[in-house]
């Protein structure tokens, strides 16, 4: 037959009929009123009534569609234009009848006879139901893999994954998590005790009005049994369970019996959040719609969806414990100190990152009334970063008790640094980085009314004076510790007046505040308590403390008292030791010392000036300090250190400073320009209790 030859109506006819008894799919002619005229589905179970019965009556009397007004318009469209409409997605069902919709892909297109007369539109549809089921499905566990699990906290990760299923796997979907697990803890391994408490961590619904709860989302309980919530846990099987009103598992959990009547509920599947064996919390889906079904497809979804949040919340669950446990470390390493000099008040202000960073800080006493003030941090997060800072703030602080200048005591600590660093190379591949870091080192002298400060890497002091004025000072900003070659640390030295406040800070706290000069804006009102002070710096930081610790230690200095202080200056001659006892007898009587104290100090003033006269270099200076404890202090020109000894039974000397370890509660030398100072302290007795004076006839 020819190509443009005309094909007969019989011809037509043949070829129509092949198409309506052999064609995979469904045919469906209707006239220009979308009357059936003839009709062909490949799904029998849509139609009750034979074909012959269906013939004549309008397409909306036949089947529920899901948009008829759009369908109805999309035919007519096809009549009146003659465009065809190619795979428009139609829901439909049987006229009438109760259970799901049927996915059709529809295409139609217009008849038209011999004479161009149009007499209807044929519609070709082609069942998609399982194939959209199987693209949904897909959608949501992409979603779920997407949304869920983007924070390392187990109740935002649950109530992610209630908004990524309800409403294309659920109407109302319910998670529950082990309390321990939400705490952090080890989950327990299955099957899971009927004791073990449950949180209710998130609860949500399609509906538009208010759903009701069994139970209140945070509530606290261990699941009813027997139920399939029980069971789904004891077996770790998930569960599709028709909700009947009569079930008779119902009677066990009236709660949620309650809120499964009110709300509608027909079907559930419930879904163990496990991992390697153990138990991590329940997923419970519901349905309320009856167009929507659940089956064998959608509980292996909710598997999936279930295994990939259990991974999550684990993954939170070890953030959690290692997150408390770092903060735990951190707050240990930054409880305050007691041993501060009465020369410098001291507040701070520490505000935690939500991943765990390792900073810290400390003030601590040293020799001659000086005080020494340090603000840290190390590169990293969480445990490690937190007991590498106590690593390195032990380290400081063994280094400060050595009375090292502040640039030799950094160069040490960095010394320590470099040390940690190639312990931690020496891991294998997956530990913790490097060791890195900054540091602020800086000692009050009160007697010279100075502020001696180093920085390796971090940024320097802000000083308010008391006339309210604040500077940065221009210092050397060192390398940052651990760096193998670098520069030189360098201390700089700086007045304090009476009244100064210095502000020693992390980096971070300059990243947060509203303002690059926030602190100096602060700190113009040097006279305001300390802790004011830090309270105000915190109210003017952003929100935005997450990725690394804020730090505030804010010092305020003042002299010695200068009744408290006594000097002498000696003769380099054996008679000095004699002057020397009499000088410190004489000073302790002055300032109400009890005789021990006064037969000990003697002892050790003793034991110091005779060294120095024997073995030092004129001038020599004796100095008493009183403070929280009784410094002896000796001084001379010679910058050779004393070595303590352990002297033999048949050696005339060498048990001097021997003897002032045993007595003094500590001791030390500290080097000067201009030689060396040798002290010790001992503990001051309390006064004793002034006696009340008898009253004449009292008895």
Known sequence: MAQNEAVSPGEGAAVLEALFQHSPTGLLILDTELRILRINLTKPDLHDAPHEQLVGRHVTD????????????????????????????????????????????????????????????????LDVTEREKAHARIRVLSSVREHVGRTLNVVATCQELVR????????????????????????????????????????GHSGGEEQAEAHPVGDVRALPFPTPYAQTLTDLKPRL???APDAPWLAADPPRAEAIRVSGARLLITAPLTLRGTVLGLLSLYRTDQADVYDEGDVTL????????????????????EHTIALTVQRHLLLPRTDTRTTVETAHLHVPSEVGGGSGFGTFALSGARTALVVGEVAGQGIHAATTMGQIGTAARSLAALDLEPDELLARLNDTAISLAEERAALPPGDPMPVTGSCVYAVHDPLAQTCTVALAGHPPPVIAHP????????????????????????????????GSVLAFYTASLLRTSASPDTLQRVLAHPERPLQDLCDDVLYRLRNDTRHSDVVLLLARTHPFPADQIATWHLDHHPQAVASARSHVRHQLILWGADEETACTAEMIVSELVTNAVRYGTPPVQLQLIKDRTLTCEVHDSNSLAPRLRHAKTIDEGGRGLFIVAQLAHNWGVRYTLDGKTVWAEQALLPAPPVRPKAVAGSS
């Open 302 to 321: 909710a598997l999936a969806v279930a295994a990939h949040t259990a991974l999550c919340i684990d993954n939170a669950r070890r953030y959690t414990r």
């Open 467 to 498: 006339d309210g004025t604040t500077e940065v000072p221009d210092l050397p900003a060192g390398p940052p510790l651990g760096t193998v070659e670098g520069p030189p640390f360098a201390a700089t030295t700086l007045s304090v007046a009476d």
């Open 164 to 203: 990524a299923v309800v409403p294309d796997l659920a109407d109302i979907a319910v998670v529950e998590v082990v309390d321990a697990v939400v705490r952090g803890e080890e989950p327990p391994p299955s099957p899971l005790g009927p004791e073990v408490p449950l949180r209710r961590a998130a609860f």
């Open 241 to 243: 369970v028709a909700l």
């Open 62 to 125: 036949v089947y529920d569609l899901s948009a008829p007004g759009e369908v109805e318009s999309m035919l007519h469209s096809v009549l009146e234009n003659g465009a065809p409409a190619r795979e428009r997605l139609v829901a439909l069902r049987p006229k009438g009848a109760p259970g799901p919709e049927y996915l059709f892909s529809v295409s139609a297109s217009r008849l038209d006879d011999s004479q161009g007369r149009t007499w209807g539109v044929l519609t070709e549809m």
